[in-house]
């Protein structure tokens, strides 16, 4: 009996590289198969803001480029939590008003009580944490639905931070340092410096991937796909930084007003944070794991119930340094802190930016992308002179749109079976 070897060849010998071409058709075919990801998004946002210049040359100026990040900034932390509790398909109605108690309780310590600012926001972020445990206890220990134990979180939190700002008192916030985090700006040469230092660790990071997945055997993109991502980001942060060095006040000679302002790399360096979580530990493929099929991932041995705590927590805790910044740039803090349409546009950033409703898919790019959106609507229609209903309408209409186009993709990867 002969038996006969079979030589294998190496995984890189069998693996074709994937050409340019290729890429671009793989992508086009994703597209059309529902997986859409932040495409309407960009979409959207590339729209709204050549329609905002055209019709209010303003919105492009320097100062204006810098609002938008101030404006949106609390919103956009608040959503990048948010992000972790609809990947698994809940939701959390008390966002918005848990970022109010957590101001409060900063605005109490620091100025009420005399403590540094550090002592403050560490009991922003405990509180922030202490009511994220408590409403995941109650959703994935006693059972209650999110919808209903965050709508009661809701309105208690509104209550309790009536308490704390005793009925409607308003709590200067005057600490620098506190104060600096929305209103400040980092000098020319660090604004530089950080979108060098980006562009670097996006280059590596994109680079070490190609090649392990090439020692690997693995599909990957070309080095032109690489390449050309790098260079996109290199250009979009060396535009924003200029823009943003650029002189913004209207005196100069009674203040200088230019720089990166200090909240965007806090935001910056938070997104990395979450997007290594997510995309490159055990836990972040939990979330996605139990968001997929809550039932497949308890079988395949994953602790359901710790991961559905521990979105809450993050998105409390994302709630509280929301707060931190809703309060610098304030400098106070009011019973409304939190309210009004705090967690509206929290959700409607979420979700415009691509994260699903039904859990399972979305980035915390997404609510920086759909935080983008919202700022965008809300500035550019401000400069236009409309009311805040009609930017209430807009906002919503967005909304709608992006719940539906998620709808839509799901059904059409459903159907050509790319779920």
Same mark, same amino acid.
């Given at each position: 009996?002969? !038996? !006969? ?26 597209? +059309? ?18 329609? #905002? ?57 620091? =100025? ?20 994220? =445990? ?15 134990? =965050? ?5 208690? #939190? ?116 979450? !997007? ?22 308890? &079988? ?7 991961? +559905? ?19 610098? &740039? ?80 799901? +059904? ?8």
């Amino acid at each position: 009996m002969t !038996t !006969t070897v079979v030589k294998k060849e190496g995984p890189a010998a069998v693996t074709p590289p994937v050409t340019v071409g290729g890429h671009v058709r793989s992508y086009v075919s994703r597209v +059309r198969g529902g997986d859409i990801g932040a495409l309407p998004a960009v979409l959207g946002l590339i729209v709204l803001c050549t329609v #905002f210049a055209i019709m209010r040359p303003s919105f492009l100026s320097a100062g204006n480029f810098a609002n938008l990040f101030t404006q949106g900034a609390a919103i956009t932390l608040i959503a990048m939590g948010l992000v972790f509790v609809l990947l698994l398909g809940e939701i959390d109605l008390s966002a918005g008003f848990a970022s109010g108690v957590c101001a409060a309780v900063l605005a109490n310590v620091v =100025t009420v009580l005399g403590y540094p600012w550090w002592v403050a926001v560490l009991a922003a972020l405990v509180t922030g944490v202490l009511i994220g =445990t408590a409403l995941g206890f109650l959703v994935a220990k006693v059972g209650i639905p999110s919808f209903v134990v =965050t709508l009661a979180g809701f309105l208690a #939190f509104q209550g309790i931070v009536l308490m704390l700002m005793k009925e409607g008192a308003n709590i200067s916030v005057r600490d620098e340092t506190l104060v600096a985090i929305s209103n400040r700006n980092l000098p020319p040469a660090i604004g530089w410096a950080l979108a060098a230092v980006a562009v670097a660790g996006y280059a590596a990071v994109q680079l070490m991937r190609h090649r392990n997945r090439s020692a690997r055997g693995l599909v990957t993109d070309p080095l032109a796909v690489v390449a050309a991502r790098v260079g996109v980001l290199a250009v979009i942060l060396g535009v924003a930084v200029y823009v943003l060095n650029l002189e913004r006040s209207r005196n100069v000679l009674i203040t200088s007003l230019k720089g990166v302002p200090i909240v965007v790399p806090i935001i910056a360096v938070l997104l990395i944070v979450w !997007t290594f979580v997510l995309q490159r530990t055990s836990y972040g493929r939990h979330v996605y794991a139990v968001g997929g099929n809550k039932e497949a991932a308890r &079988r395949a041995g994953i602790n359901v119930d710790r991961i +559905r705590i521990s979105v809450f927590v993050i998105c409390s805790s994302m709630a509280a340094i929301g707060g931190i910044v809703a309060a610098s &740039r304030a400098n106070s803090v009011d019973p409304n802190t939190g309210g009004s349409n705090v967690l509206l546009y929290a959700v409607g950033a979420a979700v415009i930016g691509g994260t699903s409703l039904f859990g399972g898919k979305g980035r915390v790019l997404d609510a920086v992308l759909g935080g983008a959106v919202v700022a965008v609507i809300d500035n550019g229609m401000g400069l236009m002179g409309y009311s805040s209903g009609v930017k209430y309408v807009v906002t919503g209409v967005v909304l709608l749109l992006a719940a539906s186009v998620d709808a839509l993709s799901r +059904r059409r990867s459903a159907a050509t079976g790319n779920r």
